[in-house]
């Protein structure tokens, strides 16, 4: 049986690492990209993923489910080019604990009503292949040494285990050159998208806030 998607870009950079400006970013090259923010359309990321399901409308992934399960999306669709974002660790872990994880923390068994509703199940997806026991993090996101050096280790598992021809190792500060290059595009006539920020993280989560059940 054929696949029902062609996934051609495989990100395997955690979030928090630019992942959604490079998505604004792969998306003005053409691409149509899967990110966390997309789980809620397909919740159903635990066990075993259904790749022809979730990947059914695209063309490239990035951030949650595609950076833990790099190597099976290697697997699954063999000619994919893999792009690794990545950043200064200390950084990275503020950046997702005063975000993300926050939120997280913030929701955990609420339901969420209203506005709101269409969150619950991105939000049970993402607790169970994210940030619970049964996610990457293992429950463990408040041990941060070890969740630095998990961070160090999957950067270094992914060098070691993608062929250098098939690798892109990029931070978003780098802009459209190297990106480009990579996947054989035209630099775009606009700046690099920058999105997604921490205050603007942090904006929206006290928005969320305000609207949650007291």
């Known amino acids: 049986m ?12 955690f979030c928090r690492t630019g992942t959604l400006s490079t998505k604004t970013a792969l998306d003005k090259l053409g691409y149509n990209t899967h990110h966390m923010v997309e789980v809620g359309k397909n919740p159903d990321v ?21 950076f833990w399960w790099y190597k099976d999306l290697m697997k699954k ?13 200390e950084k990275w872990y503020k950046s997702c604990y005063d975000t993300v994880y926050k939120f997280s923390m913030m929701t955990k068994g609420l339901k ?19 940030w619970g026991p049964t996610g990457c993090f293992q ?22 285990v993608v062929p250098a021809n098939k690798l892109l190792v ?7 050159e190297p990106l480009c290059k990579f996947l054989g595009k035209p630099v775009p006539d606009e700046p690099f998208p920058h999105v997604n920020d921490t205050a603007e993280m942090q904006a929206r989560m006290e928005k969320y806030k305000a609207m949650l059940p007291k």
Not at 77 to 89: G, N, S
Not at 112 to 130: F, R, Y
């Open 46 to 66: 635990q066990g075993k993923p259904n790749w022809d399901k979730i990947f059914e409308d695209y063309t490239a992934s990035v951030d949650c489910p595609s």
């Open 112 to 130: 969420l009503e209203g506005e709101l509703e269409k969150m619950n199940d991105m939000i049970a997806a993402i607790d169970a292949t994210v």
């Open 77 to 89: 669709y063999p000619d994919a080019k893999v792009l690794l974002t990545v950043r200064d660790p």
């Open 170 to 176: 990029f931070e978003v500060k780098e802009g459209w």
């Open 139 to 160: 429950g463990r996101f408040e041990d941060k040494e070890w969740v630095i050096e998990l961070f160090k280790s999957h950067i270094e598992e992914v060098k070691r």
């Open 2 to 13: 054929a696949n029902s998607s062609r996934l051609e870009v495989i990100g395997a950079g």
